[in-house]
């Protein structure tokens, strides 16, 4: 268990996304929960860790997948979720880099349509994808007056679900399509290395006991069952501990 | 790299695991997990065991920082679990060394697993030292973090961790080790006369030559204050 | 204009294991020979250092050691009444680009085929006759015995020094290792790699039933060995990083540590990295080689004159070389004729997830790449066929190669995909989950074949290869039922649940299977079925060998790494002994 885990309770119902608004942005009114989590000390999603600075997703887009990976990597008593790891952050950083613009894409066409087995076939970059698909779903969670960060968790694991299901063009874009991205994104920002943004205080590798980057188990491979509790190492670690992303920013927050 | 030492202390928290409630556990059954007694490892520390066993203190000091000279290695904070091991090697004959020995064998396993649990649980000041040539402290640095190509030889911290802070449990801590105790080790290793490590030691060491060991040497016992200087905020 | 170059005697297309092994040897006979490696130069120190390439998400994700599909793709449909379509991010098979090629992020595992494998054709008929072949099965004989190349295999795990127990020694069986192992003359280079706990758990199981468990042969040592070319490799950690990485420990059997340093230094030899063939030239009869045009990192293009060009490519990029370069005649599926391209295989895999109880800490992350615990039991033919309506069969073993999570986070089955009962089904069972792989034979149809792609290009405006192919129903057959002997063994190990696998078609390309791509150039005594002879050497062109795994008529059970390398000594042998001494062609069908 982290500090984290012990300064962490999400309350059970409601939103989390306008706490985590992008530093740039106006911070949003205070709602109801908000003043909950002042007076509670304990609605806060991301206890422990900076502000994300999105570089690519604008404030509506970063509400949106927020609010998402929330429910896709809940957080609960035990163990944080996405939220707490940075995964938005790891996702803004991977769209607005190489990946995002399609680096290793086969980017020529002609486009057709193909068969599942020949695999992804959209011109879509994948900025281009998720910028298409989730402005498509916030017009239209606008229109319909409820905004994806509004709705109840429920609401929101019902239309994720419908989103994985297919059936729904967001802009051009097939929902399972986006899902099965935003899916996979998820994932890497919650498991891959913090150098990457995500996976805070690598609470994702303490969760499972996966022990990080610095790996040499000679000694160890062959006593079998053997658990092991060290801390896990990431690429960026120091030899003090602490991550060393952005140097001015102290490794934890007094 | 510029790091704040204060709180997330990666070596506080890992000399926690590294006391290390290391069980095996076998498919069949689920033993009872013996957890170290850290006031009894300090007793053994300051005073030995009666009749058997003189205070490791008397050499280690109390708080594991020995005497600087690397006549006998630094182990405050040390991971546990190797500090067992060895003792346990050094009983057993599989490492050899005439002080050693006697001493190892008169502990109990358990007195091996306290003494080492305490030690592990410590976290001593660095002692200030006379540094090295820094000619040759980089030298040593471009071996612990890159390695040699020429040598095909791979770099130290690939298994002893960033900066050389060990990997728990099984790999021990350089940073902050003394040069004398370091060189004085890796010669054991090439010349033959270590060999309870896996063959990764003693193949390793062959591949160095005498200013290659005490570049690394040089370049581990000072890793901690060069670190600590470059964290000092320039504004 | 592409600048002429001076001539030399040999060029090799790809400097990998195939065009490492061969500069070597030929540069030592007194040729001059250039390897042309499209890829950049890398090596273990500083290239491969960690932590730096403990990274999962730039190799095992991003791919960073693989051909980059900006650059060159392969286009992809399951039958030929589709069109086919770029396979724009590689998932199913990961092709390498860079110096040492697919052997530098190779998982190390390292087997021998079986002696009826390179009879396969013959000996399958011999003892269930015809009728046991379904009618699009176009499986062949290589041409080659295994005895043949028994001593190659030798000469390259010495190489290696790949770390194994001997089950057969001249017909002797030895205690500890694989019963049903193809015979050798000697032990392995270096002992078995230590067994994690998940093979001792799969040992367990498999021996309960009957089985025969050993551990698998790796190239990632055991222990410190200095191999024939007096370079010193060292003992394999464990670290869990293994295949899409290279090496940070000199322990890992690549180019960089058994064979370069050598080769790089030998006067007669010439690497020239960043170097793309775009064709073999022939002359205006069309059968002789008169050397290579290529283009450098600028895009300026040169002619390299040799006397003797060595495919040394993967395999499927050795197959469209010789398609761009109009070498032999490409197959045609409509009618059965021509050659190039045809007879192209793939790898059979799947495997089940066993969980066990958690009291039970497996530690995957402590794994090497080829440090499995594994049954030959229903490997190829070794198990009686005459009833069960198919051929082939796939090795089962607890293989895991690391416990990197973006990968690895398994779940049982039922677990919603994602939420919070997923998560806490990962943390629940992440350390208490065993795979257990079945990994075999891929059985040659007409149907399966490799082409130039019509419409899509690379970026040098060359087309495409296309890839044509869906698992036979054969092979299909195969795979669901070990998938059951996978599961028994699972409950066999003490499982709470097993998931079961089984292969299905259609073959999809968007998950990954297996990087042993197969065919295409195939050996053969006939040219009328074959693109090279027994000794690699191209029926068309005598001064090109093609050699690789697109040598294979069809797939065996194993990983063909092994199997690659002695075909190259194998060649190397024909070509130093024989083609040197009277260029031309050596067999004469």
Redesign the interface.
Known sequence: MTDLTRRFMLKATGAIGASLVSAGACVAAATAQESDASSSGAVRAAPNAQLTTYLFLNSDEAAFVEAAVARLIPEDDQWPGALTAGVPNYIDKQLAGAWGVGERLYRSGPWRPGTPAQGYQLPFTPAELFRTSIDAINKELAQAGTPFSTMSSEQQDAYLARLETGGKDLGGVPSNVFFEHLWECTIEGFFSDPVYGGNRDMVAWRMIGFPGAYASYYDLVDQHGIKINRAPMSIGEGPHGGMHLNPDIPAKLP | ?????P?????A??MT??I????????AA?PAIQQPNLARGAIIAAQGVAGRAPACAQCHAYNGASDGSGAFPRIAGQSAYYLAKELRDYASGLRANAVMAPIAKALSADDAADVAAYYASIKAPYLPLSSADPVLISRGKQLAR????AK????C???H?????G?????PYL?GQYEHYIAFQLTMWQRGFRNNS???M???AK?LDAHDIAAVAAYYQQ??AS?LAA?QPTK | MAQRLKHVDVVTIGVGLTGSLTALELARAGLKVVGLERGAPRFTVPDFQSPAIHDELRFSIRKAMMQDNVKEAVTFRNSSDETALPIRRWASFLPGTGLGGSFVHWNGQTFRFQAADFIYKSHIEQRYGKKILDPDLTIQDWGVTYGELEPHYDRFEYLLGTSGKAGNIKGAIQPGGNPLEAPRAREYPTPPMKEPYFGALFRKGAESLGYHPYPQPSSNLSQPYTNPEGLALQQCVFCGFCERYACEHYAKASPQTVILPVLLKNPNYELRTNSQVLRINLDSTGKKATGVTYADSTGREFEQPADLVLLTAFPLNNVRMLLLSGIGTPYDPKTGKGVVGRNYTYQTTGGATVFMDESINVNPFMASGANGTMIDDFSGDNFDHARLGFIGGQYIGAIMTGGRPIEFHPTPEGTPRWGLKWKQAVARNYNHAVLVQQHGTSTASRLNYLSLDPTYRDAWGLPLLRMTFDFPENDIRMSQYIADKVVEIGRAMGAKSVTRGGTKRPYNTTVYQSTHNCGGAVMGDDPKTSVVNRYLQCWDVPNVFSIGGSAFPQNGTYNYTGTIGALTYWALDAIKNQYLKAPGPLVHA
């Open positions: 790299m510029r790091a704040n030492t709180s997330l202390n990666h070596k928290v890992s695991a590294g290390g409630i290391l069980c095996v556990v076998s498919a689920q890159i390695g040699d190509a095909e030889l791979q770099s911290n690939n298994c961790g960033p900066g050389g802070v990997e728990l449990p099984a790999i940073a896996p063959d990764a003693a193949d390793i591949r890793v901690d670190v964290t």
